[in-house]
């Protein structure tokens, strides 16, 4: 046998190998169907908040007609003005943005310390508080209603804005939500290599656990903020009228003997355009996020 006949089959896996990653490396373009499936979910995401914005364009009568309008019309920004005169947008717009982030700040930073130590820590009855963690998920919120605004009455917190806040600094779901990530995301080699290195606790946390997951913490805390604004049972039993979030200033606009739709939905936009703003400033940096923590893992 001679020399060419034993090199020749070690040098066909390298040629395979390079045509392989030259393969992988080339860019994927998307066809027509794909820009048509794309552009109909957004058509279709797209359309209540389209129709809210048409809606708060025209008069109670022309909503009422049949067919209903399908384009703007001119009063869109006389019921914006009546929607924030009747409904004190301005102190509800003030008391949503406080409650939202101070709820995001907390439940980030503490459901993130409470994931680290259930993924990477071990201590005794881990296992256990964290059944008991993801048990209470399977609580309707309904059943805590009654006991929770007692409790509150009895601090004397009754139609202030730490009664809202206090039930929500933590949650179930966002514990569990770190975990999972760092279980993955954070290697246990990286912190022993921190504790050698002399590393404190604290040290460990800020330099190593929170960079880890700021992927998830990016992710965690877009939800947060959407549900702490989105919010409507817990406020409306409460707060009053005179201390509301936006849900329920908004909820007095469907008061009266006939309420004004158009004015309703002039509210209503109110309502989701802080939202809007927030996700179109962050919404590139959490949806870059997402990708890197993908990349890692």
């Known amino acids: 046998m001679t020399t060419s006949e034993l090199t020749l089959p070690q040098a066909r896996p390298k040629k395979d190998r390079s045509r392989r990653v030259m393969g992988a490396g080339k860019q994927l373009h998307a066809g027509p169907v ?12 797209l359309a209540p908040l389209v129709w809210t914005a048409v809606a708060a364009s025209r008069t109670d009568r022309r909503l009422a007609e049949t067919p209903p309008p399908l384009w703007f019309g001119g009063n869109l920004f006389k019921n914006l003005q009546a929607a ?96 999972q990530y760092l279980v993955q995301a954070l290697p246990t080699e990286l912190i022993e290599a921190a504790r050698v290195d002399g590393a ?17 913490m990016a992710v965690l805390g877009l939800l947060t903020f959407v549900f702490a604004w989105n919010d409507f049972l ?36 109110l309502g989701t355009l802080p939202l809007l703003i927030a996700f179109i400033l962050f919404g590139k940096q959490i949806v870059g996020g997402i990708m890197q923590g993908a990349i890692k893992g």
């Open 34 to 45: 794909t820009y048509l499936v794309l552009t109909v979910f957004a058509l279709i995401s």
């Open 84 to 179: 924030w005169d009747q409904a004190g947008m301005g102190t509800a717009m003030f008391n949503s943005t406080v409650v939202a982030g101070t709820i995001t700040v907390a439940t980030v930073l503490f459901s993130t310390l409470a994931g680290f130590a259930f993924a990477k820590l071990r201590f005794r009855f881990s296992s256990v508080l964290l059944l008991l963690t993801i048990g209470t998920m399977m609580i309707p919120p309904q059943l805590a209603v009654v006991p929770l605004y007692l409790w509150m009455s009895n601090l004397g917190w009754s139609n202030q804005l730490q009664t809202v806040i206090l039930p929500t600094l933590v949650t179930a779901f966002g514990t569990f939500f770190m975990r």
């Open 200 to 216: 404190s606790s604290l040290r460990v946390v800020w330099h190593v656990v929170f960079p880890a997951a700021r992927p998830a």
């Open 234 to 269: 817990w406020p409306i039993i409460a707060l009053n009228q005179q201390n509301p979030t936006v849900q329920v200033a908004l909820n007095s606009l469907g008061t009266g003997y006939v309420p004004d739709q158009a004015v309703i939905m002039a509210g209503a936009l």
